[in-house]
């Protein structure tokens, strides 16, 4: 069993629709990240959340961090190609210090 | 230029051969870090070096070994590696890491896609 369980894994949407990814786990964290990886290419950060029920906006990007700093999502509203890639979270447990990362959900935006 | 590079983008290899992967990172950090990235699987940390001194190896087999000559370059050399080795090694940097992950974000090449046969 993964730390970070990421949902869905696989994810085929057409241009303009909305969606949402989540990122749970039993555990509580300090922080939670999340990363895109383009096809080809590393992971870059998008966005850090620290505080429980934290939300975070980033152009059509929105994320939340649970109450009780357990559990993430990630909605896209009118999902664009250029959104498609592999979205990764990614964590530090309360007291830990180690980035543990989940197994990512792959987007795929079509035209 | 970006920020960390990596060579080769791409490697195929036989079971007994040696090679190295290359990582050089222009952004003036102290720490850098492999991380072995397999499909439908987490991205697993193998080591972290800070300050050019191995911080972190996490079990990682010996046939991986990692050099750090200086705090811009990395290296990981290859010998007598098996087929479940097959995976995307990317390399990564932050500032300082005694202070990452809470307070510092990774910066991440674009990896080096490796195929052992």
């Known amino acids: 069993t993964q730390l970070l369980e990421q949902s869905p894994q696989f994810l085929s949407i057409q241009e303009g629709e909305n969606l949402t990814v989540y990122c749970n786990s039993s555990?509580?964290?300090?922080?939670l990240q999340w990363y895109r990886q383009e096809p080809g290419e590393g992971p870059v950060l998008l966005v850090t959340?620290?505080?429980?029920?934290e939300v975070k906006k980033l152009k059509r990007l929105t994320f939340q961090f649970g109450d009780a700093r357990k559990d993430s999502s990630l909605h896209i509203t009118a999902a664009q190609p250029g959104d498609t890639g592999l979205y990764l979270c990614?964590?530090?447990?309360?007291?830990?210090?180690?980035?543990?990362f989940g197994a990512g959900t792959i987007l795929r935006v079509k035209s | 230029e970006t920020g960390v590079t990596q060579t080769p983008r791409h490697l195929v290899m036989g079971m007994t051969n040696k090679k190295s992967l290359k990582c050089e990172q222009h952004l003036g950090h102290n720490a850098m870090y492999w991380y072995k990235q397999s499909a439908k699987k987490p991205l697993e940390l193998m080591f972290v070096y800070n300050f050019k001194e191995q911080t972190e190896n996490n079990s990682v087999p010996s046939r991986f070994s990692p050099e750090c000559p200086n705090s811009s370059h990395l290296f990981l050399h290859l010998h007598t590696l098996q087929p479940e080795d097959s995976a995307l090694y990317l390399c990564?940097?932050?500032?300082?890491?005694?202070?990452?992950?809470?307070?510092?974000?990774?910066?991440f090449g674009s990896g080096t896609q490796l195929s052992v046969l």
């Open positions: 990564a940097s932050t500032p300082n890491s005694f202070r990452a992950p809470l307070e510092e974000k990774l910066f």
């Open positions: 990614a964590g530090v447990r309360e007291y830990g210090n180690k980035l543990v």
């Open positions: 555990s509580v964290f300090s922080s």
């Open positions: 959340v620290v505080t429980g029920g």
